[in-house]
């Protein structure tokens, strides 16, 4: 059992840049953060892209479709920003059968002390390893089922259609 | 659906003391833990005892048992110290049946920057909503079934027997 | 001997806003560095603005010079963004005497885990208390005299004029 | 100008084994602390001792004592555990005379993210740059001359004796 993790940018990836004062991607920490949680699964990471969630387009999300398609792993984790997951999400349902990917992402970048991003990193792991095929959103401690997940965006959490 | 969090101390919840210099239990972190994580899984937290796992007897682990019978949640993570965290997982799985129970717990205390705890809280919680009924232990990343799992004292890291 | 310590903005006290992804200012963190660094200077902290310092002006500037007055306090740090600190020093050092006047900030917010903020604090609290009266910058460790100081916009860091 | 830090353990310095559980010392941070307060201020950093300063003699002292008088610098700092500082600084008051030395310490190991050591590492470095010939502890944000200090171990806070 091989998990693949698809890096494709959201707040989790971003650093302050203390010459501009401005946030910006360098590059992925999900190694960094495999490291500290001591993970001993069996993993691969890859950046696919480093994109604002807002910015993501839907030839963008064709890309890490194809992506998905393309390779061996059939358990994928891929982090994205928050704003956007559930267009990728769905997206992705309509587009892939056969394999578990688990969307996650985090609210506060990694790289403040204060991140959200370790605590999902785990619990994706997590469900990766135990939710049958489908496509899903693992946020707030919780997965959600591509097609019956929103993000509130007036308190910044993750909820159910119905 | 209800998760249980029981707190029985372990290194996930040493604190320092900066007058004497050495390492101590005061209050658990889990709550604080949770909301780092936004988590919105409803839990109840409590904590049954404080001690480092080497000094765990079988009379506490009966009193964890029977704690673990006597609750009406049927998901139950328990926080434990990592040295005998598998004995306990052992003694819980002779002793409880139909319910789900995920025993974690950290190698470096969650008040330091660089704990790997957050990491596994994240996954005990996504573990216990996903994993049918019986005993395990989740670190590193993985899970593992109670009486197929032991702690690497050489490099401090779960592995399975065989 | 107490210290007034000004705070007016700068990368010191963004925070991060997880629902917009930008910084923006809250609150002082002053009172908080303080506690961490278990400070026993008597201080008093007032927020007399909070700009970033490429928007400051000089009727900023008279607001600033006109507090600095006006205390009864001989000893001040101001806290300021690093980019216009220099101009804020020049500005300070034609209308104040007889008073000592330290100003200090940060490359990198303090409520990012790794700021640069905690030290220069300690530092500015320290150069406060030695040095004779005057405006200085304190950052990177040093003290600079208002008027022999720049900042080095390629690398962060200030420098002497000659 | 050129500063001398002269490590000699202390809490400062600590590091937590999570194998078996314990604080212990590994190497010193003050690289790594100076990099995070982009010190520019030029130091030598020389680990003389790993001590806790509870274990510290007066034969360690004589060590430090001799290294203070054999080298060239003029500003040392000395990084110490906070137990003894005041005995140490004693020490080196009765024996050094016209160069200006600073003890310095933590009630926190730097590895923790909560430290004091940052700010006190900024202040020691400050006030080695600015106060005259002699021999002083810096903690609490403040200095304190050799022989009119003493740790309060109630409220592991640093007074003057009168």
Same mark, same amino acid.
Request: proline share 1%.
């Given at each position: 059992?091989?998990?693949?993790?698809?890096? #494709?940018?959201?707040?989790? %990836? *971003? =650093?302050?840049?203390?010459? $501009?004062?401005? +946030?910006?991607?360098?590059?992925?920490?999900?190694?960094?953060?495999?490291?500290?949680?001591?993970?001993?699964?069996?993993?691969?990471?890859?950046?696919?892209?480093?994109?604002?969630?807002?910015?993501?387009?839907?030839?963008?999300?064709?890309?890490?479709?194809?992506?998905?398609?393309?390779?061996?792993?059939?358990?994928?984790?891929?982090?994205?920003?928050?704003?956007?997951?559930?267009? #990728?999400?769905?997206?992705? %349902? *309509? =587009?892939?059968?056969?394999? $578990?990917?688990? +969307?996650?992402?985090?609210?506060?970048?990694?790289?403040?002390?204060?991140?959200?991003?370790?605590?999902?990193?785990?619990?994706?792991?997590?469900?990766?390893?135990?939710?049958?095929?489908?496509?899903?959103?693992?946020?707030?401690?919780?997965?959600?089922?591509?097609?019956?997940?929103?993000?509130?965006?007036?308190?910044?959490?993750?909820?159910?259609?119905?």
């Amino acid at each position: 059992m091989e998990i693949l993790i698809l890096v #494709t940018g959201g707040t989790f %990836a *971003k =650093e302050y840049n203390e010459l $501009t004062g401005e +946030l910006f991607f360098k590059d992925t920490h999900v190694g960094e953060m495999l490291n500290l949680g001591r993970s001993l699964v069996t993993t691969t990471t890859l950046t696919l892209m480093m994109k604002d969630s807002l910015h993501m387009t839907d030839e963008d999300r064709s890309v890490i479709a194809g992506k998905c398609k393309a390779v061996k792993q059939d358990l994928i984790i891929i982090t994205h920003g928050t704003d956007t997951m559930v267009e #990728t999400a769905d997206f992705l %349902a *309509k =587009e892939i059968k056969g394999k $578990t990917i688990v +969307l996650t992402g985090a609210m506060i970048p990694y790289k403040f002390g204060s991140s959200d991003g370790l605590f999902n990193l785990g619990s994706a792991l997590a469900f990766v390893q135990t939710l049958d095929k489908g496509v899903y959103v693992a946020m707030n401690g919780r997965y959600f089922h591509a097609g019956n997940v929103r993000k509130n965006k007036k308190n910044g959490v993750f909820e159910e259609l119905k």
